[in-house]
């Protein structure tokens, strides 16, 4: 079916890289580039995943085996929006296929939350994980009390990375600008909040147990806020949660001491106002009861130290090259967004799911694509060629699957002894190495 499509993907994450899995192996002879605004490839994998969870990271091996295809081309640094737009992408190939994630932290709309020292979880993992735009943008980790807003994986990252030793992260790839600001910092305490109770937390176990190897801190959790004897209606549901319970019970046996750092587990409180002058001294936070499922205020307020607050909240796509954004993805229905031009991963359903997720996703969407687009391509689309032809006018120095295999060797080759690589974190850095070789 679509046999000889000229496909563009927009974004090399898991949900473009999926979906070029899909139609590499259902659509015969279809020509597809995978588009990227950055020089590396595969989204997330590199920039959202925890330097530390090296393994997670090794999908992208399948990733590779998609890139090695001959009809698959990865073309690097070329930003849609700015580089390119729609109605270009459009006038060179039969389809286009958006998979540019969900970029934009949302928003806690709290009095205080554009002071110094407040962040987005986005902003703040893609500054330890090395994303060339956020190279610089935290400037220091002086801090003695963090918060980090969230009940999910991502905020159990958060918490854990900046509690991290050098002994600890030396089989990770963290960034050596991060590297630097967590392993000096004067960091005491890092609670981490969550609105409704333990039970509702959408922490996975194994992270959740991660946190009891940490090298210099104490777990902490309040025993009274931990249900006894829960049951769900959805077996697996239940198994989760009751492991995540007996992990917490034994968190709540453990109390503050002089010669450890506290990761406290906190919850029931919703974030109210973030204090201070230019800089964040402290959050008030209120005090949550659960009524039907829903954490509802109780009226007390607390305020808590915090000269850090992190807050992963979740993610939205926000407007870029005129796609039609609602609800903060891209307005689609099953991923259709109008003739030849769809969405998938991240950009079609929001933040939710874990890496695997977006492959059926993706396939599904390909089978959508193939069913609209039976009768094959149009000749007077250029496809490849054109994109060539344009960015060569437009000087875009693009980026191939070959250029990114030698940033790749080169950041391997520079790590140290037990890290897989040290990342290059400029983007001009990365263009510089091509340019020499
Ligand atoms: C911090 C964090 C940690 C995570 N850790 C895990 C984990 O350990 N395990 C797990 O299963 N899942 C994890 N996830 C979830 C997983 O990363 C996502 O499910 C997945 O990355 C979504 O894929 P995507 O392709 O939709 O988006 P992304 O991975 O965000 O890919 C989007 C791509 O589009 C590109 N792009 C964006 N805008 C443009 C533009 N204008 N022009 C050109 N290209 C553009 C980006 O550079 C990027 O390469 C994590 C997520 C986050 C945020």
Redesign the pocket.
């Known amino acids: 079916m679509g046999a000889g499509l000229k496909v563009a993907i927009?974004?090399?994450?898991?949900?473009?890289?999926y979906t070029a899995g899909a139609l590499n192996t259902k659509c015969a002879g279809c020509e597809i580039d995978i588009?990227?605004?950055?020089a590396t490839?595969?989204?997330?994998?590199r920039?959202?995943?925890?330097p530390d969870?090296q393994t997670?990271k090794n999908v992208s091996r399948a990733y590779d085996k998609i890139m090695e295809n001959g009809n698959v081309r990865f073309v690097g640094n070329?930003?849609?929006?700015?580089d390119i737009s729609l109605e270009t992408l459009q006038s060179l190939y039969d389809v286009v296929v958006f998979?540019?994630?969900?970029?934009k932290d949302r928003s806690l709309g709290i009095e205080g939350e554009d002071k110094n020292g407040v962040f987005g979880?986005?902003t703040f993992?893609y500054w330890y994980n090395g994303h060339p735009e956020f190279r610089d943008a935290v400037p220091h980790l002086e801090v003695e009390n963090a918060i980090v807003i969230g009940n999910g994986?991502?905020a159990l990252?958060v918490a854990r990375v900046i509690l991290s030793t050098e002994g600890e992260m030396q089989a990770s790839d963290l960034v050596d600008h991060a590297g630097q600001h967590i392993f000096d910092s004067p960091l005491k305490s890092v609670r981490i909040v969550g609105r409704r109770g333990p039970e509702h937390a959408q922490f996975s176990t194994k992270e959740l147990g991660e946190l009891k190897d940490l090298e210099t801190a104490t777990v902490i959790t309040d025993p009274e806020l931990l249900p006894r004897n829960f049951t769900h209606e959805d077996a697996k549901t239940e198994k989760k949660v009751k492991n995540n319970l007996a992990l917490l019970e034994a968190y709540s046996e453990n109390a503050p001491s002089e010669d450890k750092r506290s990761l406290y587990l906190d919850f029931l409180l919703t974030p109210l106002e973030a204090v201070g002058d230019e800089q964040i001294r402290s959050l008030k936070l209120e005090v949550n009861r659960i009524e039907n499922g829903n954490a509802v205020g109780t009226g007390e307020v607390i305020e808590v130290p915090c000269d850090l607050l992190v807050t992963c909240i979740g993610?939205e796509l926000t407007n870029?090259?005129g796609l039609p954004v609602e609800n903060g993805v891209v307005k689609n229905t099953d991923g259709r967004v109008s003739d030849g031009l769809y969405v998938?991963?991240?950009?079609?359903r929001g933040?939710s799911?874990?890496?695997?997720?977006?492959r059926i996703d993706s396939q599904n969407v390909v089978d959508l694509i193939l069913e609209d687009h039976c009768g094959g391509p149009d000749p007077e689309k250029p496809g490849s060629a054109g994109l060539d032809k344009y960015c060569k006018e437009n000087q875009i120095h693009t980026v191939s699957f070959e250029d990114w295999q030698k940033i790749n060797q080169a950041e391997q080759d520079r790590a140290g002894d037990e890290s897989p690589r040290k990342k290059f974190v400029r983007k001009r850095d990365m263009l510089t190495l091509l340019s020499e070789d």
Request: glycine letters at 20%.
């Open positions: 927009i974004g090399s994450g898991p949900a473009g890289m588009l990227d605004k950055l490839p595969y989204g997330l994998i920039t959202g995943v925890a969870h997670t070329v930003s849609f929006g700015d998979a540019i994630g969900t970029p979880a986005q993992v994986n991502v990252d993610y870029v090259g998938v991963g991240w950009a079609k933040p799911g874990t890496i695997g997720t977006n």
